[in-house]
């Protein structure tokens, strides 16, 4: 089974799991019986915009619905990112929600918090070889599959065509510790593979970005560009927005931003900036409001104790985990306006100012 999220029902999967859940005595610090919700937030980090949206509108939704949040980021260091578990546990939350900057070593803290009687929730990355609760996310294959479909459709217009013409890109993944980078590699494989497999594209360079860091993504950019030497890529496939602004500064550099085709994922301001200005070719827009509050609303009811639906189910190695999806929609400049713009997720006035 892959990891992709399979098109079953789990809903009597996910009430038995709630009913071991509910004989499950906590261990943790004992509150008054009526006290509100309280939720753990655990962050990889908070360096990157989207995530600072993630935590706000997280924040916001569970307060509204009466719960207590209490939010610890982990600077993308897995120890303190189970420090910081261990922390929230110690301040008697009735569900822990964990956004890994490691998808195999935060299964310590599942097994922790569920010694404690708490629940887990992970947001938008998967926690994999445990005993996971729920999962929240976006289809993370199809954010590659957009972002690839989106390549081949403008280098190759006529589509796959032995004989046909050639092009040659340079690939830019994500942090090897992150589950979802290796999901958007597999949807741009699946997206790529035709006009790899007749000989139409040619992969000139390819590396995964550390800790998904700019820094990174200019680097393997730069690595790209001497190795291509006079005949440069035609597109750079970049795996996120942060990523693709590194890459851009590589190739601002070189004179060569606006020249050559360039994605990204998150619809960050900076990203929706380039692609007016001409310098990021397209972004994936994830309604992230929508993801931080079906999440928020799904701690609170596992804090509660109460029963959820969920859709689908992911395999995390040890068994499928119920998850809920939210829907995503490839962006380029003569959609800004309908999708991202219309959403509220900038403002355009925010889109036409200088950074
Ligand atoms: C998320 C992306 C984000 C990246 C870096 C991934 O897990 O899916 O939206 O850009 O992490 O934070």
């Known amino acids: ?36 919700v309280r939720i753990g937030l655990s962050l990889d980090t908070l360096k990157e915009e989207r995530w600072q949206r993630d935590r706000d509108t997280f924040t916001a939704k569970a307060r509204a619905l009466g719960a207590e949040v209490v939010v610890l980021s982990a600077n993308s260091d897995d120890l303190q990112q189970i420090k910081d578990c261990q922390s929230l546990l110690g301040q008697a939350i009735d569900v822990l929600v964990i956004a890994p900057h490691n998808g195999e070593a935060m299964s310590k803290a599942v097994v922790a918090a569920h010694e404690s009687g708490v629940p887990v929730l992970a947001y938008d990355r998967l926690i994999r070889n445990c005993d996971l609760d729920l999962y ?11 972002q690839g ?38 949807g741009q494989d699946n997206a790529l593979r035709p006009f790899l497999e007749n000989g139409q594209l040619e ?45 851009i500064q590589a190739l601002r550099e070189e004179g060569l931003a606006g020249k050559i085709l360039v994605t990204g994922q998150d619809a960050d301001l900076d990203a929706c900036r380039r692609i007016l200005s001409g310098e990021q070719t397209m972004t994936v827009y994830k309604p992230l409001p929508k993801l931080a509050n079906a999440a928020a609303e799904a701690a609170f009811h596992l804090g509660k104790r109460k029963p959820l639906i969920a859709r689908g189910a992911t395999d995390n190695g040890f068994k499928p985990v119920p998850t809920q999806e939210v829907d995503i929609v490839a962006v380029e400049k003569s959609n800004l306006q309908e999708t991202v713009i219309k959403d509220g997720f900038h403002k355009a006035s925010d889109l036409q100012a200088q950074p």
């Open 136 to 146: 929240c996310t976006f289809d993370n294959v199809k954010v590659g599959e957009l």
């Open 1 to 36: 089974m892959t990891s992709r999220t399979l098109l079953v029902t789990v809903s009597c999967a996910l009430s038995v799991l709630l009913g071991a859940l509910l004989s499950k005595p906590s261990q943790g610090p004992s509150r008054p019986k009526d006290s509100p």
């Open 149 to 186: 479909r989106f390549l081949t459709e403008r280098l190759f217009p006529e589509g796959p065509r032995a004989g046909g013409p050639k092009k040659r890109i340079a690939r830019i993944y994500g942090a090897p510790t992150d589950n979802n980078a290796k999901l958007f590699k597999q």
């Open 203 to 247: 992969v000139v360079f390819e590396d995964w970005a550390e800790d998904w860091k700019p820094a990174n993504g200019k680097r393997i950019a730069q690595a790209a560009l001497s190795k291509a030497g006079a005949q440069k890529p035609d597109a750079i496939l970049a795996s996120n927005d942060g990523t693709a602004g590194g890459a």
